[in-house]
């Protein structure tokens, strides 16, 4: 390729180190042996086989160092193998690794309930019980909604991700990949319009009037045991709500009896500038569903909530074999012991201050992106065909793939497949982000261009 004056500069890498092409000839060798032996259902997004990693840094196993935009979907936030999660994790693998709490129990897990208790919006009494991983927090939830509430119906929403097993299969809006060919579905899960700025145009208040109205005509409110809902949805395309939305779904549920489930898998601890992403419009869930960033990269999940809601699963009703193991608490209160002594809630709000005005400078120079939009470190731009909405996956996926070349790691997300969504580890350094926001740059610009 020839290069102009005019046309756009790779970045040169400053942190990054780029050893070999991305994924080089020992990751090749690994993706060979892959694929003789794991299932191709499962897909990785860039196969660059990783040996180490730390901060905000991938080490791939041909020695190319990655910038991580992705923390391994919102997981990392604490950055990776966090000292306190590290030394925590260590001396809890010395001392026992498995008991089950529902055999003998240990007070790595009272103590993650504590803190949940705490950090959770609202200053009612709370309790907690702790799983493996998302699905299964938002599976318990419903089935703690249902046991309370002495009712079926959940609700939930259009874009919605809440997981991949047979319930939270229905629960999720996506088709392909994640319930093609696998139904039967969970009965008794309505889906409802939610509220999505870009594309809907409607504000807050008439977003929730339309879903509300779904509701009592459809189902009827007093059938309802759960709303189930991202603050900001995920998977769905990082869809933030209008201002608005939430509080009026919370108080309808509040006037009706049904039971407010925030889905904060994804949002939670820290990443979108607060502990919690409920409390920027004050919302209090009645329940509230947690993984991912919780315990810096180990299993764990939770459903926090209202005393009354978690006690009236009677004893046994609820649990499983590894909920809450020890190491992965142990990981949890180092993880959360970090996040308070760093502050990484305003670190995250740091993130959005320096993301969000690169992002826009870049909507309005390449008129592929219709919409920049996020908090904290949830960010995304939304790509579309020029002066218009309709979505380009084909151009999000070249420019992720572009990014992935020149090692930076970024995600693609969006019921249409049109986003580019930016996770960054809350302790990433200024000088990591914004040699990783050139490359992406630069990705946009040159492949707006073809
Ligand atoms: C990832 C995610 C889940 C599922 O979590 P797993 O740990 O993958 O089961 C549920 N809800 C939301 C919002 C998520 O982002």
């Known amino acids: 390729m020839t290069t102009t004056a005019a046309e756009p500069q790779a970045p040169a890498p400053q942190q990054r180190r780029l050893r070999t092409e991305i994924p080089g000839p020992a990751s090749r060798a690994l993706q060979e042996r892959r694929a003789n032996v794991v299932a191709a259902g499962v897909a990785s997004t860039l196969p660059a086989y990783i040996t180490s990693a730390s901060g905000g840094l991938l080490t791939d196993a041909d020695g190319n160092v990655l910038i991580d935009f992705g923390s391994g979907i919102a997981v990392t936030n604490v950055g990776h193998s966090a000292p306190a999660v590290v030394d925590h994790v260590r001396e809890q693998a010395g001392l026992f690794t498995h008991t089950c709490f529902m055999v003998t129990p240990y007070e790595g897990y009272v103590e993650v309930c504590e803190a949940l208790a705490e950090l959770t919006p609202g200053d009612h009494a709370k309790k ?28 939930v929403f259009d874009h919605a991700y809440h997981g991949r ?53 459809q189902i009827g409110g007093d059938q309802v045991a759960a709303v ?18 939430l509080p009026a779904l919370s108080a309808w549920c509040s006037a009706n009896g049904v039971v407010f489930v925030a889905d904060e898998v994804q949002t939670g601890f820290c990443r979108t500038g607060d502990w919690f992403a409920s409390t920027r419009e004050n919302v209090v869930p009645d329940l509230i569903a947690t993984a991912k960033g919780i315990a810096g990269g180990l ?14 699963v009677a004893p046994g009703g609820l649990g499983g074999t590894y909920g809450g193991n020890p190491i992965a608490c142990a990981a949890a209160l180092g993880s959360i012991e970090t996040m308070r002594g760093a502050d990484l809630a305003t670190s995250a709000r740091r993130i959005q201050e320096r993301v969000l005005p690169r992002l826009r400078a870049l909507a309005s120079e390449t008129g592929v992106i219709g919409d920049v939009r996020g908090r904290g470190a949830m960010l995304a731009a939304e790509f579309v065909k020029p002066g218009g909405v309709e979505p380009d996956a084909d151009l ?30 809350l302790s990433l350094s200024d000088e990591l982000l914004d040699e990783g926001l050139s490359v992406l740059e630069y990705a946009i610009r040159v492949e707006a261009r073809k």
């Open 396 to 425: 999000t996926k070249r420019v992720a793939a572009a990014c992935h070349a020149l090692g930076v790691v970024v995600l693609t997300c969006g019921t249409y497949g049109n986003v580019v969504r930016l996770l960054p580890p």
């Open 165 to 217: 097993t047979n319930l939270t299969m229905a629960l999720t809006a996506k088709s392909v990949p994640y319930k093609h060919g696998f139904g039967p579905f969970a009965p008794e899960v309505y889906r409802v319009p939610g509220s999505y700025p870009f594309r809907d145009g409607l504000d807050g208040a008439e977003a929730a009037r339309v879903a509300i109205d779904r509701i009592e005509k």
């Open 128 to 155: 907690s019980v702790l799983f493996n991983s998302g699905a299964e927090a938002v599976e318990n939830a419903v089935k703690i909604a249902r046991a309370a509430t002495g009712r079926q119906a959940v609700v």
């Open 228 to 245: 189930v809902i991202e603050p900001i949805q995920g998977e769905g395309g990082f869809i933030e709500p209008a201002p608005g939305f």
């Open 299 to 312: 299993p764990l999940a939770a459903v926090t909530g209202r005393a009354e809601l978690l006690d009236a």
